[in-house]
C-alpha cells in the first residue's frame, strides 16, 4: 500500500456523489471494440477529455482510453456518451 498525493487542483470531495456528475467508467477492450464498431469510428472521433481533467485523474484514465459517460435526463431518459482521453 503507496501514499498517494492528490495534486491541489482536485476537489477535496468525492465528486462522484454529487447530484449533477453522471456515472464515468473507463471501457474495457471488449466494450471499446464494441463502441467502435457500433459507431464505425475511429477512437479520436469521439468528443475528447484530456488526461489532466479532475475526472480522468481520479478515474485512472490513460491517454488512449475511452470513457463512458451515464446520464439521467427528464426528456430523453438513460443518455450515454464517449470521450477520448487525450494528454
Given at each position: 500500500?503507496?501514499?498517494?498525493?492528490?495534486?491541489?487542483?482536485?476537489?477535496?470531495?468525492?465528486?462522484?456523489?454529487?447530484?449533477?456528475?453522471?456515472?464515468?467508467?473507463?471501457?474495457?477492450?471488449?466494450?471499446?471494440?464494441?463502441?467502435?464498431?457500433?459507431?464505425?469510428?475511429?477512437?479520436?472521433?469521439?468528443?475528447?477529455?484530456?488526461?489532466?481533467?479532475?475526472?480522468?485523474?481520479?478515474?485512472?484514465?490513460?491517454?488512449?482510453?475511452?470513457?463512458?459517460?451515464?446520464?439521467?435526463s427528464a426528456?430523453?431518459?438513460?443518455?450515454?456518451?464517449?470521450?477520448?482521453?487525450?494528454?
Amino acid at each position: 500500500m503507496g501514499v498517494e498525493l492528490i495534486p491541489p487542483t482536485l476537489p477535496t470531495f468525492d465528486v462522484f456523489e454529487h447530484e449533477l456528475v453522471p456515472r464515468h467508467e473507463i471501457l474495457s477492450e471488449e466494450d471499446r471494440r464494441e463502441i467502435l464498431e457500433r459507431f464505425h469510428a475511429k477512437p479520436y472521433q469521439f468528443p475528447w477529455i484530456k488526461a489532466s481533467d479532475p475526472i480522468a485523474i481520479i478515474l485512472g484514465a490513460e491517454p488512449g482510453d475511452i470513457i463512458r459517460i451515464t446520464g439521467e435526463s427528464a426528456t430523453a431518459g438513460k443518455s450515454e456518451s464517449y470521450r477520448y482521453v487525450v494528454k
